[in-house]
Structures are given as structure tokens and as C-alpha cells.
């Protein structure tokens, strides 16, 4: 090779250094500005009002917000990893987990919502957003999620809730919540077999209290009936005003024996009772169990046709149907 031809093969290549250089630079300068652009989204979120949290690949937080920090009362280093689990409620910890786990494996969006611990001890509804993210080239990144205190809408709901299936002079469960939950009985004894039963019981001559006393003695009666019920019945039973001076029981996991024993115990303790303006004041019931086909209108014609026999056959007593 000539003299010549070697200084041109040198100048090529110095000329390739310079360019490859220039190309690294370039790149290094692209870096930096990728790497200022994320901190700086971290800087956005840092005073955002929402609850914001970053997830590595490895599922462990790395980053929480002040706004996170400032509701929890604690330290970026307390809550790293899985350190923010600590203040979530027992209750919706595993939950909260599972559900983050298993979407975090698929790389999809989820939402779930829990009770966080603020910095007063006091439990919050969150409702957490979790994303996928990702870099530049496509790579997952890990997740991002935005959380929302929702604890006012979660009562104002409780409380509409509770305003829907609650009557508003016993406080006791209202005919729409009864229907409800004998709905979903007997769907259950269907399903596996259960004993099911229903008591209806009626306040005797009630008419008579009214015109006697008037009706604010009325409701007072009718609110202490109730409250006497509510005392005497099982932590299984459901107990609601079926309507006017009638009440119902129903009975999970009980046959007709069972639930007779019940009612008859419920007419004692209405019938010993001193109840305020009212000298004398008794109840009868009557009582059904559920057949097998049974519907819920089935169930309830049977108990209220035995509620007609207590009261045709003296009041103050129970009758059971007949099978």
C-alpha cells in the first residue's frame, strides 16, 4: 500500500472517530434530556392533589408523592418496597394485594378501592388507579397509580343505603329490604339444602290504640314492639316491618320447630312487657318453613294464612302451618 493511500485510509477513519463521537455525545445529551424529563413529571406530581405511586418491574414502590406522605404521616423510606401495605386495613389487605399482583403479571390498568390508615389513625377509602408504563423503546417500566380519598361518597352511599331499606319509624329493615333478603334465602336453600323459615306476627286490636290513645301512641307502641323483637331474635335472623302493625322474621338455617319455639319465645316477651299507655298489649304470629320449589310468595302466603288461624283462634298465640 503507498504512502498516500495509507494517509487516506487514516484521514477515513479519524474522520469515522469524529462522527461516532459526535453520534455518542449526541446520544449522551438525549439521555440526560429523557432522564430530566422524568424527574421532572416526578417534580409535577410531587404537589399534585391526588395520592401519586410508582412501581418498579420488581412490583416494589419507589416513589410516592407528598400528598401520599402528607395523608399517611409517614416517610418515603417507611412506605418503599411493600412498606405502604402496613397501612392498609386487615380486612382489604389481601384483596388490595391479589389485585394488584395479578394485573401487575398481565401488565394491565386496575382499580380497587381500600381503607388507608392517615396520620391520625383514622382508616380512609381510597380508590387506587394502577397503569403500565413505559420507556421511550417500548420496555416496561413498571406502574403508575393516582388514588383518590372517596370516604365522604362512600358514607354519603352507606347512608342512602341505609335511608332505601330502613323504615323510617322502627328503624328496623323496611319491606323492600325483607324482600331482598328472602330473595336471597331462598335462593340459598335451593342451592344447598338449607332450612328456611318465616315468622309473621301481627299486633292484636292495634286499631284499637289508635282510636283510643291516638297515633302518636300508636307509633310508640309500634317502635317498642319492634325494639323487643330486635332484642329477642339471633344474630341470623333478619327482622323487618312487613307493613302497618305486622312483622317479619326470617329464619336462616331453621326448621319449623325451630322457628315455632322462636315465635312463641318473641309472644312471651311482648305479652311481659310494660309498654307505655297501653295496659294490655299482645301479638300473634304465625310461622312457615320453606318446601322444597318454593318461591317467596309460596313461603309468605303459608305463614300469613297461619298468622289468620292465631288470630281467629284467640290472638296472643302461635300457629305453625300445616303439613
Known sequence: MSVGSQGNLVTELEEKIKKLEKENR????????????KELYLH????????????????????????????????????????????????????????????????????????????????????????????????????????????????????????????????????????TVLSDEIIRSKRYGHALSLIIMDIDDFKMVNDTHGHHTGDLLLKNIAQILQNNIREADTLGRWGGEEFMVICPDTDLNGSTLLADKLRTAIEGYELPHVTSKTASFGVASFNTGDECIDLVKRADSALYSAKNGGKNRVEAEIR
Not at 414502590?61 to 418503599?80: I, P
Request: with cysteine; hydrophobic share 30%.
Open 44 to 179: 409535577i406530581f410531587q404537589e399534585f392533589p391526588a395520592l401519586i405511586w410508582r412501581a418498579n418491574t420488581e412490583k416494589l414502590c419507589d416513589y410516592f408523592n407528598t400528598t401520599w406522605l402528607n395523608l399517611t404521616g409517614r416517610s418515603m423510606e417507611q412506605e418503599y418496597g411493600n412498606g405502604w401495605a402496613e397501612g392498609v386495613h386487615p380486612d382489604d389487605v389481601d384483596r388490595c394485594i391479589e389485585i394488584y399482583v395479578s394485573h401487575f403479571d398481565r401488565r394491565e390498568p386496575f382499580s380497587m378501592e381500600y381503607r388507608l390508615k392517615n396520620r391520625q389513625g383514622e382508616y380512609r377509602w381510597i380508590l387506587d388507579y394502577g397503569r403500565p408504563y413505559y420507556d421511550l423503546d417500548g420496555s416496561f417500566l413498571g406502574y403508575i397509580g393516582s388514588c383518590y380519598d372517596i370516604t365522604e361518597s362512600r358514607r354519603n352511599e352507606q347512608r342512602l343505603e341505609k335511608l332505601s331499606t330502613t323504615d323510617a319509624l322502627t328503624k328496623i329493615y323496611n319491606r323492600y329490604k325483607l324482600d
Open 26 to 37: 449526541r446520544l449522551k445529551e438525549a439521555q440526560v434530556e429523557i432522564n430530566t424529563a
